[in-house]
């Protein structure tokens, strides 16, 4: 099973990640947490050029084929053998992000970005993307807290203009409008536990595992 985690900035995919990763492991299935871009070594030196400020000039064409160059890296090295061996796999972004920012924020064509993504992943595709919903400014807000206090920095992608975060989390919304069976959308304003509750609901019915109470 592979679930893909998505979101505007600051939705809180990492916590909500944590969280259920432990909750399916103490169901006694093996669970993967890995992200993106990263996740392997190569993918790690791609998403530093990514995301450095250094790095303003960069086309969004190349953005889009940096991306994929890591993601195909992470499903071959890393997402495939583990589901392969009957795991579960929970990704901090996939290819939904090239999808909403480079497709929706930044409006290159969508087709084409489906044909490059394809290539990438040699069509794998996420069994559920759960998609923490969160208004783009309070989640900026919550994000630039965070950088400040020392967790993150503040990235490139980040600093982009608010309107391009709108249209990011638009192409979310209309994504998940499209494909109902396969993405789950969460408020992601509502408590931590609640965020957790709804996620667990909907992995304990396609996983068909008792929610228990912890
Ligand atoms: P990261 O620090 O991992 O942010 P987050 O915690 O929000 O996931 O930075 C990843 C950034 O890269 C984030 O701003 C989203 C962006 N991104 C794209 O623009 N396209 C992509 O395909 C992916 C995977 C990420």
């Known amino acids: 099973m592979f679930i893909a985690f998505e979101g505007p900035e600051g939705s809180g995919k990492s916590t909500q990640i944590m969280l259920l990763s432990g909750w399916v492991r103490e169901r006694g299935l093996s669970v993967l947490t890995t992200r993106e871009p990263g996740g392997t070594a190569i993918g790690d030196r791609v998403r530093a050029i990514l995301l450095d400020h250094a790095a ?43 999808m909403a920012y480079q497709g929706y924020g930044h409006q290159l064509p969508l087709d084409k970005l489906a044909t490059i993504t394809e290539f990438a992943t040699g069509g794998l595709r996420p069994d559920l993307v759960a998609y923490l919903d969160i208004d783009v400014q ?29 249209r990011v989390r638009a192409g979310y919304l209309a994504m998940a409008a499209a494909d109902p069976a396969r ?23 396609m996983l068909q595992l008792a929610i228990g109470d912890r």
């Open 56 to 98: 303003s000039e960069m086309s969004p064409q190349a953005e889009v084929l940096l991306f994929s160059a890591a993601r195909a890296q992470l499903v071959s090295e890393v997402i495939r053998p583990h589901l392969e061996a009957g795991g579960v796999v929970l990704c901090d972004r996939f290819a939904d992000s090239t």
């Open 138 to 166: 309070a989640g900026l807000r919550r994000k630039q807290q965070h950088a400040q206090d020392d967790a993150g920095q503040w990235n490139r992608m980040e600093a982009k203009a608010l309107a391009f975060h709108e």
């Open 183 to 205: 993405w789950l959308v969460v408020d992601a304003g509502q408590r931590v536990e609640d965020v957790q509750g709804h996620l667990r609901a909907r992995v304990a019915e």
